[in-house]
């Protein structure tokens, strides 16, 4: 249930945004944000929204995979 809903966010958020990450989220530029710069940039973050965000698993968390989640309310 929870993989369809993600899906479809999926889908409506690569139809939308212009996608960036909030200024100065990505400290190191890379393009993805890693677990520390998720927790300085949300610092209630938990483990399981953690885990909800990295849709792929990766342990980063993507442009993509951020978008999703603060467009699907995930992430404030
Ligand atoms: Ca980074
Ligand atoms: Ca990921």
Redesign the pocket.
């Known amino acids: 249930m929870k993989k369809i809903l993600l899906t479809s966010v999926t889908i409506l958020g690569f139809a939308s945004a212009a996608l960036a990450f909030d200024e100065g989220m990505d400290a190191d530029n890379d393009g993805v944000l890693s677990e520390s710069e998720m927790v300085a940039a949300y610092p209630d973050l938990t483990r399981e929204i953690l885990d909800a965000v990295?849709?792929?698993?990766?342990g980063?968390?993507?442009l993509e995979?951020w978008t999703i989640a603060t467009e699907s309310g995930l992430l404030g």
């Open positions: 990295d849709t792929d698993n990766d980063n968390v993507s995979e």
